[in-house]
């Protein structure tokens, strides 16, 4: 009897072996890193590609997701692509640093809403970027996401350039947001977002740019009152594997890339679109005011100081700026 029950365990603990060996038995496996947080709208669409690809491939493709910069930030993992450690990463305007193209991922009011976005991303200029990326970067953008778009926040409203004489305002490191706060009669102080609330709290600064999520996310409501609706970028950002490593993939597990790429894109912009409202709803609901400004005047003191910028760039950027412009 003692035998009996023995060989049925090594019988069990056989099959559970054999089986776990073909649940893995993954001819390929993605690392794919990126700087969202698990709630984040990003970080679920990369959880959809990994559940799409797998099941495109037939289970000949899996992809492990590392949140939080896990693998590194943008630019580490990058590297990691260029020497083989990672396959995916979500990546952005970093790239100009190799295809001056991206440049145009994040500019202040060429973008005006999400009808244009979408048109822009469909369009031959989409389509220009996306070649710059794969022939300089060595990146494949398999997945558009969408950026909320950048909103001011305030102690007190602002519906114009000129009431933003002396204000204080803190930006991200990037010379061209720099230049057009500096524009709008602004006095732009870049500064880690870690540093933000307490600056708010201590009057350092009296405002700062960020899309919604952050505002949200950093607890600025609670230094914050207004929320001026400058929505001065609209900008996106893309999913990208490794374009060697893509092009070693047969014909057919291409393809499941790609298409595992659209659903995630598909999917990551209805997440996108119930997020805006959700966090709209969070901060009016803790005593933050929205308020309607002038976004043409804006807009009309931005466009100088923006085409001063991309005239540092290569010409072809500067005309796929323009064509943007008058995408309709």
């Not at 603990?13 to 969202?36: D, I, M, N, S």
């Not at 491939?57 to 590297?79: A, K, M, T, W, Y």
């Not at 803190?170 to 880690?192: D, H, S």
Request: negative net charge; aromatic residues 10%.
């Amino acid at each position: 009897m003692r035998f009996k029950v023995l060989a049925a365990a090594v019988l069990c603990a056989l099959f559970a072996f054999l089986a776990a060996g073909g649940a893995g038995a993954a001819e390929y496996t993605l690392k794919l890193g990126h700087l969202a947080n698990e709630d984040h709208s990003w970080h679920k669409a990369t959880l959809k590609f990994a559940e799409e690809v797998e099941k495109l491939s037939g289970g000949r493709i899996v992809c492990q997701v590392f949140p939080n910069e896990q693998l590194g930030n943008e630019l580490d993992v990058i590297q990691l692509i260029h020497t083989n450690g990672a396959h995916m990463v979500i990546t952005g305007e970093s790239m100009q640093n190799w295809a001056p193209k991206c440049a145009l991922i994040a500019v202040p009011y060429m973008v005006r809403d999400m009808d244009h976005l979408t048109k822009v991303l469909t369009s031959d200029i989409g389509k220009a970027i996306e070649k710059d990326i794969i022939d300089k970067v060595k990146l494949r953008p398999v997945s558009a996401f969408v950026r909320a778009p950048r909103n001011l926040t305030s102690k007190r409203p602002v519906t114009k350039p000129e009431d933003l004489n002396g204000f204080k305002i803190r930006v991200p490191n990037v010379p061209l947001f720099v230049k057009v706060w500096e524009t709008f009669g602004a006095k732009p102080t870049p500064m880690a977002f870690s540093e933000v609330f307490t600056s708010l709290q201590q009057n350092v600064i009296d405002g700062q740019e960020n899309p919604l999520d952050l505002i949200r996310s950093g607890s600025l409501y609670e230094v914050q009152k207004y929320v001026d609706l400058t929505e001065h970028v609209y900008g996106w950002i893309y999913l990208v594997i490794g374009e060697e490593f893509f092009q070693s993939l047969p014909a057919d597990l291409q393809k499941a890339v790609l298409d595992a790429g659209k659903a995630a894109e598909v999917y990551e912009r209805d997440l996108f679109l119930a997020d805006v409202a959700a966090n709209e709803k969070f901060l009016k609901e803790h005593g933050m005011e929205f308020v309607t400004v002038d976004k043409a005047a804006f807009a009309a003191l931005a466009g100088p100081a923006v085409e001063e910028f991309l005239k540092t760039k290569p010409a072809d950027v500067l005309e796929l700026y323009k064509k943007i412009i008058e995408i309709k």
